[in-house]
């Protein structure tokens, strides 16, 4: 009975000697590739934000990679994993989402709260719930939301840091805080005011080239978040104009949706494993951000949306499965 069945598994099987072909991939390779479609953004802030955003980016990454780092070596007592990226992406996302300004105490609050709270304590990269970089910056908007919504004004190669003037974001308007809306152009350049690696639609949007290109992520995320972000802020736009002054392409434009869609809500571990479940994942951040911005209190809302649709992520894998290889379709 047992050769019966060793000859049947033989037969289904095929072997070939080495070498064996691999594609390559690993997670420090995935990270770097993240990591050089960020520079376009970096270079935007630094240009506009000058010596501040250079102080907390550094600031946060050291943070970040220093706090993993003593986890590992004092609590985990693991294999250390300071060497494949992720604790410096971590922190260069975290300073991404931060104003170029903010007192580097909180800077590094936010580090220890992304590394510590949102990813070690769960055991490290692959088994955090929620976005480690996204947790971090929830955490200090809601601690300390004066800092947090203080920008500078974006002067080319500011050499400024805790003294730059502050200048109003662009989705303030919503609230009522701005009365002259923007040039588009500058908005798509980054030139106004918001986080250090946010501002600039343009330096994102090649990012996003990079990671489509290289197949880092797919189109599903962020194409799904920023459609329906297009088309639910242009459909109220539409029946109240007087009211919902501001257009779709606005919208795109301003706060954190283009960092958020390309860079956060695509993170591996925290997103949908299929092509479906990716698109509604990203619809409900789409819905929930516009939720928050046209309704809420905050002007902006991705970074929530973003959390939400995180724990979310589990329910939609358990739910959303590729067919399994050999069943019969219905």
């Known amino acids: 009975m047992g050769l019966g069945i060793n000859i049947f598994y033989m037969d289904k099987l095929i072997i070939s000697p080495a070498p064996h072909v691999h594609s390559g991939d690993s997670v420090s390779k995935n990270m770097r590739g993240v990591l050089i479609a960020l520079i376009p953004a970096y270079l935007v802030g630094l240009y506009f934000f000058g010596l501040g955003a250079l102080i907390v980016s550094v600031t946060s990454v050291l943070s970040c990679v ?3 780092y003593l986890i590992q070596r004092f609590v985990l007592k693991g294999e250390k994993t300071i060497n494949d990226g992720s ?3 971590t922190g260069l996302l975290l300073a991404f989402n931060l104003p170029s300004n903010i007192p580097l105490w909180m800077v590094i609050i936010g580090a220890m709260v992304a590394i510590g709270i949102a990813k070690m304590s769960f055991g490290g990269l692959g088994n955090n719930p929620l976005n480690p970089a996204l947790v971090g910056r929830v955490f200090l908007l809601i601690s ?4 947090m919504t203080s920008w500078p004004r974006p002067l080319a190669f500011n050499p400024s840091y805790l003294d ?3 200048a109003a974001t662009p989705l303030a308007l919503l609230k009522g805080q701005v009365v002259e809306i923007p040039k588009m152009l500058d908005l798509f350049l980054g030139h106004m005011g918001g986080s250090l690696g946010e501002v600039s639609a343009l330096a994102l949007l090649i990012g996003l080239l990079y990671l489509l290109v290289k197949k ?3 189109w599903h995320i962020p194409i799904s978040i920023l459609l329906t972000v297009f088309v639910f802020t242009g459909i109220m736009h539409l029946v109240n104009p007087e009211v919902y002054v501001t ?3 606005f919208h795109l434009l301003t706060g954190g949706l283009m960092l958020g869609s390309i860079f956060m809500a695509t993170d591996y571990t925290t997103s949908p494993m299929t092509s479906r479940g990716m698109l509604i994942y990203g619809v409900g951040i ?3 951000t516009v939720v928050i911005r046209l309704f809420g209190a905050y002007p902006e809302g991705v970074s929530f949306a973003i959390l939400i649709m995180n724990a979310f992520t589990p329910l939609i894998n358990t739910y959303i499965k590729p067919k399994r290889f050999g069943e ?3």
């Open 216 to 218: 880092i992520i797919t």
């Open 87 to 89: 604790a410096v992406l």
């Open 286 to 288: 789409g819905i929930i």
């Open 164 to 166: 730059a003037e502050t």
């Open 247 to 249: 257009t779709p392409v």
């Open 144 to 147: 300390f939301p004066v800092a």
């Open 66 to 68: 220093l706090f993993e």
């Open 328 to 330: 019969a379709r219905k």
